[in-house]
């Protein structure tokens, strides 16, 4: 039922007023969750219908599509419609916490979080490159729990491809933005080599476990918005 989707609001706003989530209780955090978890497409105004008759999407075959539910300073509530092969490229969540609800579909899921927190520089030789840890590499498939990602760990840094159409439900804590140091940026993952790596950093992890991030600056953003109505919200 839709008036799900206006609690999560009235939860989220309850929980992320302050930009600084830290100041949140893990059970504000845990109940924004919890109602994720109940949330159906029905709850936002859509069924599968709705993507698979959409003449947008056949306009752009090679797209993700972004459906904004509402916006604000210290959060942003939408939906990301994937169709079957399609790839949102390995990207960050700078200072973020990010709670995701796969609301249909199957969705393959990679995830990597910095072996240094700050992003540092780790291999000999390359000041580009930043050196990452492997936080999953599974398939998810609806119904599933909502996941949540931290500015530090969880699997900040992500690659999602979809195995069959689906979408995801997002509620991000705060928002992407440009102008308060928070952008996107999007990676190219490598195999790493122990050798290549300042052995104060190692701890334990091995070839398996680290991988090499670099900064793809040639990166072509293939998100489109898609037209969208979602249940009024009382703001």
Not at 128 to 143: E, G, H, I, S, Y
Not at 225 to 235: A, H, K, T, W
Request: one cysteine or more; proline letters at 8%.
């Amino acid at each position: 039922m839709v008036y799900l989707l206006q609690k999560l609001y009235d939860s989220c706003k309850e929980a992320f007023t302050s930009r600084n989530l830290n100041s949140s209780s893990p059970e504000l955090l845990e109940h924004v969750r919890s109602l994720m978890d109940e949330m159906t497409l029905a709850d936002l105004g859509l069924d599968e219908e709705f993507f698979i008759k959409s003449e947008y999407i056949t306009k752009f075959p090679q797209a993700v599509f972004y459906l904004p539910i509402c916006m604000c300073q210290s959060f942003s509530i939408c939906i990301f419609y994937l169709p079957q092969s399609s790839v949102i490229q390995l990207h960050d969540h700078p200072d973020m916490t990010v709670l995701c609800k796969l609301l249909f579909g199957s969705i393959h899921v990679k995830a990597y979080d910095w072996v240094d927190p700050q992003g540092r520089p780790q291999r000999v030789g390359d000041s580009n490159a930043k050196l990452a840890r492997l936080f999953m590499q599974d398939v998810f498939t609806a119904p599933c729990e909502p996941s949540v990602l931290y500015p530090r760990s969880g699997g900040n840094i992500h690659a999602l491809t979809s195995i069959t159409e689906c979408a995801v439900l997002d509620v991000l804590v705060p928002p992407y933005s440009e102008e308060l140091g928070r952008p996107c940026t999007y990676y190219l993952d490598f195999p790493c080599e122990l050798d290549s790596i300042d052995g104060t950093v190692l701890h334990g992890h091995t070839e398996q476990t680290l991988a090499w991030l670099t900064e793809d600056k040639s990166h072509h953003d293939n998100v489109k918005v898609l037209p969208y109505e979602p249940p009024p919200i009382v703001f």
